[in-house]
């Protein structure tokens, strides 16, 4: 018995070193767990590597030290890209494993590929020729070309709210069947004459339209004397009623939204005070993703001020932003491209020093002045930058807007400023978030004809976009 338990032990040592043996010949791929690897990368290099348990059971590295190199981040990439993996450098030697990031590139080669984008042209005429090229494409892209026919209902209005020289009404609009984008529609509380509307989609910041910042910029917009409709994104706000908050990472959350701003901008050019000549849009974050998409894509557009967004190696990070081909249209294209193609409409681009906006002055806004150069009105383009603060649409980010927007749409900024000369948004009044509801605090005003859920959604698109 003595015997045959020492034979059980000398066969399972045999067959442990030739199935080590076996991981590390050609036979077995030089094949070693993702853990092992990160620990030996650890060990050889002197760093540490954050990273979650769920994020590397399971995965295996191929050829594993045949991928290592004299340095760590050529080691770290060569190791992880084939599990669509990478690492955020965090600080010296300190790292953290992530998903790889479709829409985030290194720097250097965002920069590379704006310039490569910008090679094909050098002039106004062959400019204009990219900008006939690619706007077809971004609609095909968008599954958007033809649009589907626009719903036969009028909006559904909330009653006007008073305040210190502006009013707010909420706003419902039908952009599919039974597919609604709800928003809050700020007015100076006098009107004489057409004025200017300023389309306000708001990023992923939590309460979105609802926030003290969304509805400060909007009343301020308004007591200077232009009308601003703030929105909300897709399965966002209101929307939620409709859907989960899940569907706002889908693809056609852009579609959609894409669909919704057209929409209000033929609700707005339909009222008898808009001046088609002063329609402007300004969002931040990913609202500013889609400020710069919509002013590419609709003429009717004479302004935009997208904020804390436009990167020529930040893509956006939500479906919402780059879930639609987009950025592969014209053989590949990239949001500062995009963001030129508003030239020579008066464009101001804001930007911060803690994220993907910090490098614009250095290479983006260069690129950017030299578009507008094209039609030699570069001083048409403005870039406001921020490099001790980050990613908010704070007082530093609004103030600069309302300047930029009363000098190109010739409104009074003394409206908005106090005795010593300092912006003033202190007379606005900050609503309580069911103070901006359209269809009732508990949803009980949702239209009966309302979609319930992103399949259904999925089949009236489809119907709405048939050839």
């Known amino acids: ?201 708001d990023g992923h910041w939590e309460h979105q339209r609802y926030r003290a910042d969304c509805q400060l910029r909007c009343a301020t917009l308004a007591r200077m004397g232009a009308m601003a409709y703030s929105y909300d994104l897709f399965a966002w706000g209101e929307s939620l009623l409709q859907f989960k908050e899940e569907d706002h990472r889908r693809s056609l959350a852009q579609t959609i939204q894409v669909l919704g701003a057209i929409r209000i901008l033929d609700y707005m050019l339909s009222l008898k ?18 400020t710069v998409l919509m002013t590419a894509l609709d003429d009717r557009i004479k302004l935009s001020a997208p904020v804390v967004s436009v990167s020529s190696y930040f893509y956006g990070g939500c479906p919402c932003e780059s879930g639609m081909p987009i950025h592969q249209c014209g053989g590949g294209t990239d949001n500062v491209e995009l963001a030129a193609m508003a030239a020579p409409r008066p464009q101001l681009l804001i930007s911060d020093g803690q994220d993907w906006t910090a490098q614009m002055p250095e290479h983006d806004f260069p690129y950017l002045k030299k578009m507008y150069g094209y039609y030699n009105v570069q001083n048409l383009v403005e870039n406001v930058h921020i490099p001790t603060e980050g990613h908010d649409f704070g007082p530093s980010k609004r103030y600069p807007l309302y300047e930029f927007i009363a000098k190109n749409f010739h409104l009074d900024i003394n409206a908005i400023k106090d005795r010593a000369g300092k912006i003033d948004e202190s007379k606005v009044t900050v609503e309580k978030e069911s103070a901006m509801y359209v269809f009732g605090n508990h949803g009980e005003k949702l239209p009966a004809n309302s979609i319930k859920g992103f399949d259904q959604l999925q089949k009236v698109f489809a119907a709405s976009t048939k050839p």
Not at 116 to 136: F, G, T
Not at 273 to 286: F, H, L, N
């Open 273 to 290: 005070e808009t001046d088609p000549a002063r329609v402007g849009i300004s969002g931040g974050s990913g609202g500013g993703s889609h």
């Open 1 to 201: 018995m003595k015997q045959h338990k020492v034979y059980v032990l000398l066969i399972c040592l045999l067959l442990s070193k030739v199935g080590l043996h076996a991981q590390q010949t050609t036979d077995g791929q030089y094949k070693k767990t993702l853990k092992e690897v990160l620990d030996e990368i650890q060990l050889k290099y002197h760093v540490s590597i954050k990273y979650s348990p769920a994020m590397v059971n399971g995965k295996w590295v191929n050829y594993a030290e045949w991928r290592f190199r004299p340095d760590v981040d050529t080691t770290l990439t060569n190791v992880l890209t084939p599990l669509d993996l990478k690492v955020n450098k965090e600080g010296p030697g300190k790292y953290k494993l992530k998903e790889y990031e479709y829409y985030r590139w290194a720097i250097t080669d965002g920069w590379k590929e704006l310039d490569r984008i910008a090679s094909q042209y050098h002039d106004k005429a062959s400019w204009e020729m990219r900008k006939v090229e690619l706007k077809p494409e971004l609609f095909k892209a968008l599954e958007l070309s033809p649009l589907p026919a626009k719903p036969a209902s009028k909006p559904i209005i909330t009653p006007k709210r008073v305040f210190d020289g502006y009013t707010v009404e909420n706003i419902a609009i039908e952009i599919l069947p039974g597919l609604y984008i709800n928003g809050s529609l700020y007015k100076p509380l006098k009107i004489k004459g057409k004025i200017p509307v300023v389309l306000s989609p």
